[in-house]
């Protein structure tokens, strides 16, 4: 089903709201809980983390076919409810300090991807970079190149591509992980540091996969390609994913490192 104009942006902004947003939502949630009190409060957040992730569930997001899916309702019910918990007043209690250590690291991750991100921005807006000084040169995005099927499209098309996604992941897992030490909870913060932690090796190895292939592998200079890791899958890329996510987890987001203050 092809859409046109207003009904196939609506498409779009409904699976954008399930990825990367439904994945983001469950980290906003984690953070948001523990600033709410009543007996309504658990049963909700737990049906708001199973909506949101519905989306990790296969052929819920299919990155071939972005029209919106009956599916994708799940995940937007999701995020609806975690905006609606975070919006509420939050009960009266210490105020949190953000977690600072490490930020120097966050800085550097972050300057890092934003850089790599720089196509995939500039091909949300409807631009290239090749006329661009030194980006230009570092990047190839408009140069046409030939499909495996013979049709000739430019090295980085116009529109939006899942390096994006891993960019606004890796942004979210950064942001949030300040904010670690504001959880007093035990299980709670080790939980959301875990998750955090996997979110911000799976937006990089994402980011990491989209520039492989657009910048090397269209370069000519090997024809080998980074595994895809879009979808939860059994495989040694998911393996070496999840133990990258235990060492982020234990040298920068475990508790020892999130130990934040509180005034």
């Known amino acids: 089903?092809?859409?046109?104009?207003?009904?196939?942006?609506?498409?779009?902004?409904?699976?954008?709201?399930?990825?990367?947003?439904?994945?983001?939502?469950?980290?906003?949630?984690?953070?948001?809980?523990?600033?709410?009190?009543?007996?309504?409060?658990?049963?909700?957040?737990?049906?708001?983390?199973?909506?949101?992730?519905?989306?990790?569930?296969?052929?819920?997001?299919?990155?071939?076919?972005?029209?919106?899916?009956?599916?994708?309702?799940?995940?937007?019910?999701?995020?609806?409810?975690?905006?609606?918990?975070?919006?509420?007043?939050?009960?009266?209690?210490?105020?949190?300090?953000?977690?600072?250590?490490?930020?120097?690291?966050?800085?550097?991750?972050?300057?890092?991807?934003?850089?790599?991100?720089?196509p995939y921005i500039a091909a949300d807006l409807g631009l290239f970079l090749d006329r661009l000084p030194v980006l230009g040169s570092v990047f190839i995005t408009g140069k046409p190149f030939e499909n495996p099927d013979g049709t000739v499209t430019p090295a980085v098309h116009h529109g939006h591509h899942h390096g994006m996604d891993g960019f606004l992941l890796v942004l979210t897992a950064l942001l949030l992980s300040r904010q670690l030490g504001s959880v007093s909870g035990r299980r709670l913060r080790a939980a959301l540091a875990a998750y955090l932690s996997l979110m911000l090796v799976y937006g990089l190895t994402n980011m990491v996969n989209d520039l492989w292939s657009e910048q090397i592998v269209k370069r000519g200079w090997t024809t080998w390609e980074v595994p895809d890791v879009l979808e939860p899958k059994a495989s040694l890329a998911w393996l070496a994913m999840i133990a990258a996510a235990a060492v982020v987890y234990v040298l920068f987001f475990g508790p020892r490192r999130a130990s934040g203050g509180r005034a």
């Open 1 to 118: 089903m092809h859409l046109h104009g207003f009904e196939a942006g609506a498409s779009r902004l409904a699976v954008f709201l399930n990825f990367p947003t439904g994945l983001a939502a469950i980290a906003i949630l984690g953070l948001t809980v523990e600033r709410l009190r009543g007996r309504w409060v658990t049963p909700v957040a737990v049906a708001a983390l199973v909506l949101c992730a519905a989306v990790a569930w296969p052929g819920v997001v299919d990155d071939g076919n972005l029209t919106v899916k009956w599916a994708n309702a799940f995940a937007l019910a999701g995020v609806a409810i975690v905006l609606v918990l975070s919006l509420l007043p939050r009960a009266p209690g210490p105020t949190a300090r953000p977690t600072r250590d490490g930020d120097q690291a966050r800085l550097v991750v972050g300057a890092i991807a934003v850089l790599g991100a720089l």
